[in-house]
C-alpha cells in the first residue's frame, strides 16, 4: 500500500504512512478497512444514497478499547473522526467534541463536558 490520503482535523488533506496503518490494524479485535477492501463499501454507505463520501479508513470496533485505540490513532496523526456508536458513555469520555444529529440535523454540538450538563438532550436523544 502507498500512503494513505486522509484529512486532518481543518479539512486538510494529509498522508498517513502505511505502517501506522498496519499497526492500526494489528491493534484492533475488529477489522479496519480502506477503499478496495472486501466490506468498506458497505461499511460507509449510510441512509441517505445521495450522500457518498469514502473516509480514509472504516473501523468495525468489537469494543470499547477498539474505539479508545482508534481516537488515540486519530489524536496522533491529526486524523479527523467521525465515531457512529451508541455506547455515549464510553464515547463521551474519549471524544472532545459531539455533535447528535436526528435524521441529518444537528440537535447538540458541542464538547462532552456540557453535554452530560443536557439531562433533557441525554434523554431524549440518547436514551439515558
Not at 450522500?51 to 490513532?73: E, H, M, W
Not at 486524523?79 to 440537535?107: E, F, P, Q, S, Y
Not at 463536558?113 to 440518547?126: G, I, K, N, S, T
Amino acid at each position: 500500500m502507498t500512503t494513505l490520503a486522509a484529512l486532518d482535523r481543518d479539512g486538510a488533506r494529509l498522508e498517513i504512512d502505511p505502517k501506522h496503518v498496519d499497526g492500526l490494524r494489528a491493534a484492533l479485535r475488529g477489522s479496519l478497512l480502506v477503499a478496495g477492501d472486501p466490506g468498506y463499501d458497505e461499511s460507509r454507505s449510510i441512509w441517505n444514497a445521495m450522500i457518498d463520501r469514502r473516509p480514509a479508513l472504516v473501523a468495525r470496533c468489537v469494543g470499547v478499547s477498539d474505539i479508545i485505540t482508534c481516537v488515540n490513532f486519530a489524536r496522533q496523526h491529526g486524523i479527523a473522526t467521525v465515531i457512529v456508536d451508541k455506547n455515549h458513555a464510553a464515547i463521551g469520555r474519549i471524544a472532545n467534541r459531539v455533535v447528535i444529529l436526528v435524521k441529518g440535523r444537528v440537535v447538540f454540538e458541542g464538547e462532552s463536558a456540557a453535554l452530560l450538563a443536557e439531562p433533557d438532550v441525554l434523554h431524549r436523544h440518547l436514551g439515558v
